[in-house]
């Protein structure tokens, strides 16, 4: 999944810990996406823009599934919920997805790749290793009427994924979508991103 955006969802920002020494910012408690159609990454370019830059046509979606050619529209939000000081700290997750075709038939979970730096290692500061192209099936719907809706937390769908303790915590988002069940090794057929026109 390619870098869609770099966002720091700050789960809390508590005085300095010994030895930590890794800032953020004083609030950043949730982010909003887009979802657009999920298509191939170009490997190998057989044309050009007309600015000049390399390119594969046609462009290849990700599998069958995706918006109905008359439109649709979604959107997957992350938003810092509980409480630091009570141990409940969580990242509630809604997706909303209107308008798929008919060949999004079973279901649809939040796929994430993201990057955690924490005040939670003996030395203080550290950061996690890169997660990429997780698929949190605890966080997914059946798509019904070409209509898909999530409403969960990061902890209820992967316990122990991210920290609940009041540890300073920056969540990087690299990437986010929503991906079919049973195409775990293809891209996300829908990807958080933004659309020009």
């Keep these: 999944m390619k870098t869609l955006a770099a966002v720091v969802i700050g789960l809390v920002v508590l005085p300095a810990a010994v030895c930590a020494n890794h800032v953020e910012p004083a609030k950043a408690n949730g982010a909003t996406f887009s979802l657009v159609t999920g298509f191939f990454e170009c490997g190998s370019p057989n044309t050009a823009t007309s600015s000049g830059a390399s390119a594969c046509a046609p462009p290849v979606s990700t599998t069958p ?9 979604g959107k997957l939000t992350f938003a810092k919920v509980g409480s630091a000081a009570k141990g409940t700290q969580d990242l509630k ?9 008919a060949n999004c038939v079973g279901g649809l979970n939040v796929r994430l790749s993201y990057r955690v730096t924490l005040d939670d290692c003996p ?6 290793t890169d997660v990429n192209d997780f698929d949190l099936v605890g966080a997914s719907c059946i798509v019904t009427n070409g209509k898909c809706k999530i409403n969960t937390t990061l902890n209820t769908a992967a316990p122990g994924l ?13 990437g986010c979508g929503l991906k079919g069940f049973g195409f775990g090794a293809f891209p996300a057929e829908l990807q958080c991103g933004v659309l020009l026109k």
């Design 123 to 128: 030395e203080g500061s550290c950061t996690e």
């Design 65 to 73: 599934c995706g918006f109905t050619s008359g439109g649709g529209s």
């Design 162 to 174: 991210i920290p609940t303790n009041g540890k300073n915590a920056g969540i990087e988002i690299f």
């Design 93 to 101: 997750i809604t997706a909303v997805v209107n308008g798929l075709n």
